[in-house]
């Protein structure tokens, strides 16, 4: 597929608190570095995707908030409630369509502003899991053990990856945690939730993500050489966690299958040569790399252990540093997307993977990674 | 207030009351926990399926379900955690004491687990595997906590 691509990316600093910005101001920053990034104004823009969760942004249509500051008066504009790659497969689709030539979408979130574990409680079922109060934390601890319990991954393994992607982050200014750190620190860091240590979890973040996706016949007025979308995909799973497999994420590796092929990817591990996944746990770097046939099963522990995964590795991961150096959710997939498209563009400075032509970015929706969505990314159409 | 001090508007002790239904299949559950103890499940007629909690519809077969079965009441830890921060209890408002233990179990003659806290007073007992008996409130209101916990019986 290369009907589309991504002419325009631009997302502020991923901070701990973002005392002085609203959402529409976060908002207004990263639509405008988008629209400088593909040298474009907002009358080049035809329609508008907004991504927000209204829990998460205490307060209902909270999508429709942030309307002005994308630029979406007097014109078309829709909302996704979930990850932002999922607002970016929305905007995929209406290109694809044919009505419209561009669409920019955004994704928006404020951690600082809430009790994370509170609005990840209220995800769960009201009747039998909300009231024994199961959050984001501890369902993901308990999908880490029986991920390990399978894999035989290790607490070093999983140390390593906190190391690996906080190591990352130095090269990037927009990252909240850039840090060096030892697989011990990892350790000895307080224990959250068996398995989990405080290294082990991403951080609550504040930040925002914008993306310009262009038709065939419209990515020509961009600034920038185009990041052809070469296949996207997405598949849900069970909704009560008990129905799932937690060790392993097969919705995952349906969408990434079906992105694969849409792209004509048939070996992925050697045929993709960077990627940016969900790592809102160390773990979950692992087990995503496994499950979209990155790696091999049981094997992301040791790959990750002999440097493969490193920047100057054969398959860099999170070069970005992640989400383990700063998570704001709901933009957290469309920035893994925005990063990809920074490493085939050449951009990523010190992070920047050896003459990358293939990239995966991957968005996670819903607990334990009940839906996924995987986008392949190439800088030749 | 200072020049330079952030304005924050703060929500207050805001609060958003639900009535959330349980439905048909979850009046059934939790009456029988209640009045008898037990645990009820739903089997799929088509796969076969037994499904705790009972609901209406088979997700993989996208079918109804309306063969009740029992299950448990002793299980297997599928997975579990020992939540060990400072969590607020989202019923109360207020920090619960840590730690405590979390599962997800499989009630024997169940084909998904369910999740309930696990006792954990000799936490080298808990682990994938173990065998586990419900435990449960003397005060029973047809809730899931008329299940205090999960005990490790191995």
């Known amino acids: 597929m290369d009907s589309a691509a991504i002419v325009g990316v631009g997302m502020t600093a991923i901070e701990k608190n973002k005392i002085r910005d609203g959402f529409a101001d976060m908002v207004w920053e990263a639509v405008n570095l988008a629209l400088d990034d593909a040298g474009m104004t907002i009358d080049d823009i035809d329609n508008v995707v907004t991504t927000s969760n209204d829990f998460w942004d205490g307060r209902t249509i909270s999508c429709m908030a942030v309307s002005d500051a994308s630029g979406a008066r007097e014109k078309n504009v829709s909302c996704v409630e979930g990850d932002g790659t999922f607002g970016a497969f929305y905007g995929l689709t209406r290109i694809l369509s044919g009505s419209y030539g561009t669409t920019l979408v955004t994704a928006h979130s404020k951690g600082s502003e809430s009790v994370s574990s509170l609005i990840t409680n209220a995800a769960f079922d009201p009747i039998y899991q909300r009231a024994i109060g199961m959050d984001m934390v501890s369902a993901c601890a308990m999908q880490a053990n029986a991920y390990m319990h399978r894999s035989r991954t290790t607490p070093e393994q999983l140390a390593r990856v906190s190391v690996k992607n906080h190591g990352n982050a130095r090269h990037n200014p927009k990252a909240q945690l850039p840090m060096a750190i030892t697989v011990e620190e990892v350790l000895a860091s307080e224990m959250i939730c068996d398995p989990l240590h405080k290294l082990d979890c991403s951080p609550v973040s504040d930040g925002c993500c914008a993306m310009i996706i262009a038709a065939k016949d419209r990515v020509g007025t961009a600034a920038k050489p185009p990041v052809w979308i070469k296949g996207a995909a997405f598949c849900a799973d069970a909704f009560h966690l008990g129905d799932r497999d937690l060790s392993r994420a097969a919705a995952l590796t349906r969408a990434a299958k079906k992105a694969f092929d849409m792209a004509g990817i048939t070996d992925p591990a050697t045929q993709v040569h960077v990627a940016e996944l969900y790592d809102a746990f160390t773990y979950q770097e692992l087990m995503w790399l496994e499950a979209m046939g990155l790696c091999a099963d049981n094997q992301a522990g040791h790959l990750l252990e002999a440097g493969v995964f490193d920047i100057d590795g054969t398959l860099p991961v999170n070069a970005s540093g992640g989400l383990l150096s700063g998570h704001p959710v709901i933009a957290a997939g469309l920035i893994r997307m925005a990063e990809v498209v920074r490493q085939l563009r050449g951009e990523a400075g010190g992070a920047q993977a050896k003459d990358p032509t293939v990239g995966v970015a991957q968005g996670v929706n819903g607990l334990c990674g009940q839906s996924h969505c995987v986008w392949v990314l190439s800088a030749e159409s | ?154």
Do not use: W
């Open chain 2, 1 to 154: 207030m200072s020049d330079t001090e952030h304005v924050i508007i703060e929500s207050g002790a805001a609060r958003q009351p639900f009535n959330y239904a349980v439905g048909l299949h979850g009046s059934r559950f939790l009456q029988e926990l209640r009045d008898h103890r037990r645990f009820m499940a739903v089997k799929c007629p088509r796969c076969a399926k037994v499904y705790i909690p009972p609901r209406r519809v088979c997700g993989a077969c996208f079918v109804e379900m309306d063969e009740f079965v029992e299950v448990g009441p002793q299980g297997t830890i599928g997975t579990f955690t020992i939540l060990r921060y400072a969590f607020i209890d989202p019923e109360t408002g207020v920090q619960k004491p840590v730690p405590y233990g979390y599962g997800f179990i499989r009630l024997d003659g169940a084909d998904t687990l369910f999740q309930h806290y696990i006792d954990i007073q000799d936490e080298s007992r808990v682990k994938i595997g173990a065998r586990v008996e419900p435990v449960f409130a003397d005060e029973r209101k047809g809730t899931v906590k008329d299940i205090r916990c999960f005990r490790i019986i191995d």
